[in-house]
């Protein structure tokens, strides 16, 4: 505004005006578009989502007064529906909440703020990102007909409906809630690595990082994994064998193991492996600040992982029950052998060790927890505890300064529980599973190493691409400068403290 209080104009902000304007309106105008309440039978959404039929099978047609023909969405069961829209709440308190307070309390504490708003950020980077493109790569019609990646019939969530059905995921729910269950998966995983890159890394390039990352990377394996389509990949490919490459191979991850714990935990290591370590890193000590928090975000994990595992059900079915107890017994398992083996190692049980075995557990009972019973949930627990642990270990013997253990609790602990899922699962918990080694089908274990390990290879090849690249074109690089290191991140990079005692 200008000394007399008059709103300062640019040149032709006539002309500029009337283009925000128009654009507004053509914004509008798609969302309208998108949200009708009337679809006729040659609308481009119908091939996507459940319609009411006949007897004969074809579909009901109604018209209107206008003498249109519209067809009607199927039914929708309020139940499924009330427990999917409940879970999607509880996975999301995982991140700004849970993922954010665990972090934050695990950083020293002149770096507690920048590790919280990195966690935080992403919260809302990534919705963004999932729905102008992301949840059509990931769960969208497949491009080539390879089970690879997605293509963009969906992107900006154009021909996802609110109001009936997909054809193909969860089919007593709205399409539209489906994909916000789903996002809150998208926006968790990159999250995770916030683990690695604590400390060091510089906030912009991070942002920058997690859009591409969740791209290449989140994207293509969900596909892989997740992906379901018609036997013709909707009228694209006549031989096209319905579902992502990995879920044609047989692999089974019923709530994220390899698509989120494995992708994500072993990119952290690259990128740790890749930025160096801290300055001082084996020489100063480098304790986590607040225990309380800590063990505050590992409660509010454990809550929201029930939205994580059991939401996964798609509905409120009974596999959706199972799904709950298992996750419930293997995290309390874990917890309790993690405190265990630490107390033995060190002389002393540890509550940062409690609380990272309980994690340990949620991360490896993911892609089981639909599969495997209570007895078989607590053998996963305990194997998860003794894997992390020793990979916790290692990269300390080794000076990997994975700041905060991505690697060790989420890229160990869910190839474990990948693998484990292979030797426990049951095909009489979920109807679209399939039984394990120990249950007389050991091909089932080979399947679900191709799932995990080609996850695994994917994420740590393109990751250590994105960071290369992004460090050679990232003005000075993608690491802070060691004056700012020293004086940590909250000032340097955001100009806040967690604590202002003064």
């Not at 500029?16 to 798609?30: F, P």
């Not at 394996?221 to 997740?226: C, I, K, L």
């Not at 084996?282 to 509010?300: D, F, R, T």
């Not at 309790?336 to 557990?361: D, E, F, K, N, Y």
Request: glycine share 12%; net charge negative; charged share 10%.
């Amino acid at each position: 505004m200008n000394a007399e209080g008059k709103l300062k104009t640019w040149p032709n902000s006539r002309i500029g005006l009337a283009g925000l304007a128009a654009l507004l309106v053509a914004l509008i105008t798609v969302g309208l578009s998108n949200s009708a309440l009337a679809y006729a039978p040659d609308d481009p959404a119908v091939v996507y989502h459940l319609w009411e039929t006949n007897e004969d099978g074809s579909l009901v047609v109604e018209t209107d007064e206008e003498g249109n023909e519209n067809l009607v969405p199927a039914a929708i069961d309020t139940g499924d529906h009330a427990w999917m829209l409940t879970s999607s709440a509880l996975v999301l308190m995982m991140t700004p909440a849970g993922l954010a307070i665990f972090y934050g309390g695990l950083a020293r504490q002149k770096n507690a703020v920048n590790t919280l708003h990195m966690v935080f950020v992403t919260t809302g980077v990534i919705a963004v990102q999932w729905a102008l493109w992301g949840y059509s790569l990931a769960f969208g019609p497949d491009a080539t007909g390879h089970g690879f990646i997605g293509d963009l019939s969906w992107a900006g969530l154009n021909n996802v409906l609110h109001d009936a059905p997909s054809s193909q995921y969860a089919v007593t729910i709205p399409h539209t809630t489906f994909m916000v269950f789903q996002m809150m998966f998208a926006i968790i995983t990159p999250a995770l690595i916030v683990a690695s890159v604590a400390e060091r890394m510089k906030y912009s390039a991070f942002i920058i990082f997690i859009v591409i990352w969740a791209t290449f990377v989140y994207d293509f394996a969900a596909h892989w994994t997740w992906q379901i389509a018609l036997p013709d990949n909707y009228g694209r490919n006549p031989d096209y064998c319905g579902f992502g490459w990995t879920g044609c191979v047989g692999s089974l991850d019923f709530a994220g193991g390899t698509v989120i714990h494995i992708t994500s935990g072993w990119s952290g290591l690259v990128i740790a492996l890749m930025l160096g370590r801290r300055l001082g890193y084996g020489k100063v000590p480098m304790e986590p600040h607040n225990i309380s928090l800590v063990v505050l975000g590992a409660a509010l994990l454990w809550v929201g992982w029930f939205g994580f595992n059991a939401g996964s059900a798609g509905a409120a079915a009974t596999n959706a029950g199972s799904a709950f107890v298992a996750t419930q017994i293997a995290t309390g398992m874990a917890a309790v052998t993690w405190a265990l083996i630490s107390w033995g190692h060190t002389g002393r049980p540890s509550t940062i060790g409690a609380a990272s075995g309980a994690v340990a557990g949620l991360v490896a009972i993911t892609p089981a927890s639909g599969f495997v019973s209570p007895m078989s949930a607590i053998v996963i627990g305990i194997i998860a505890s003794i894997v992390c642990y020793a990979a916790v270990a290692f990269k300390n013997k080794r000076k990997w300064d994975d700041a905060l253990d991505t690697w060790g609790v989420h890229g160990v602990g869910g190839l474990a529980g990948a693998l484990l899922t292979g030797i426990f699962a049951e095909k009489r918990f979920t109807s679209w599973g399939d039984d394990g080694l120990a249950f007389g089908n050991p091909a089932q274990l080979y399947e679900n190493a191709v799932g995990a390990f080609g996850a695994l290879a994917w994420a740590m090849g393109i990751t250590a691409a994105i960071i290369k690249i992004m460090d050679v074109v990232w003005p000075g690089g993608i690491r802070v400068t060691p004056k700012e290191e020293e004086i940590g991140l909250d000032l340097a990079q955001h100009g806040e403290r967690a604590y202002v005692t003064e």
